[in-house]
């Protein structure tokens, strides 16, 4: 059984987070801060399913279910075992059989299931106003404890863009392997809890 990160898409295998923090669109129902990116999702969309996902200007927790189970189907009909695991933030990461050519064959079946659903299903469930990421994930970790007051999302951007020039892995004042990280990075705005499970 092979487990990885994907966000991050998050060994566990998690959706592709985060959408950047669109700008809230002004005109026409339904009025929310995704709506751009729904949109723009509903002109790159492949299939039926998806179109008809994105009409309403919006991602359900009905409609995610089903890409999910639509993503898990076509994986397992095609030889690779997916199982999918229930995150606290209410999305899904997966574990999955390593065979040959698996990484191709998800990749395939999360087109016109998962691939464009997700990553907007996440978002709202994890910054439904579309804040800035970084800038969550800072005030978690000063929360829980993890990092020192004071510390601010303007830190980790700083650290990601000289990390990416530099060809590096990030290096922030604590330990990134810390459980809180995971959380935080996870669901910024409710990991409270389930770093206060995991440090006692």
Avoid at 70 to 99: H, S
Avoid at 166 to 173: E, F, N, T
Avoid at 174 to 200: N, Q, S, Y
Wanted: one cysteine or more.
């Amino acid at each position: 059984m092979k487990t990885r990160h994907r966000r991050r898409s998050a060994a566990v295998l998690l959706p592709g987070l985060f959408l950047a923090a669109p700008a809230a669109c002004s005109s026409g129902p339904p009025h929310h801060p995704y709506l751009a990116a729904v949109r723009s999702a509903d002109r790159q969309a492949t299939s039926d399913f998806e179109r008809q996902v994105f009409a309403d200007g919006r991602v359900t927790e009905a409609e995610y279910e089903e890409a999910v189970d639509r993503y898990v189907r076509c994986a397992n009909e095609r030889g690779v075992e997916v199982t999918k695991l229930r995150q606290p933030a209410g999305y899904y990461g997966y574990t999955y059989t390593e065979v040959p050519a698996a990484d191709g064959i998800l990749s395939s079946c999360a087109e016109g299931t998962t691939v464009l659903i997700e990553p907007i299903y996440v978002a709202m469930v994890t910054n439904p106003q579309a804040a800035d990421m970084d800038d969550l994930i800072a005030a978690c970790v000063v929360r829980t404890g993890l990092a020192p007051a004071g510390f601010t999302g303007a830190q980790i951007k700083a650290e990601k863009a000289a990390a990416s020039r530099q060809k590096r892995s990030i290096d922030l004042p604590f330990d990134e392997d810390d459980p809180r990280w995971a959380a935080c990075v996870g669901d910024p705005l409710h990991a409270d809890k389930t770093a206060d499970r995991i440090t006692r």
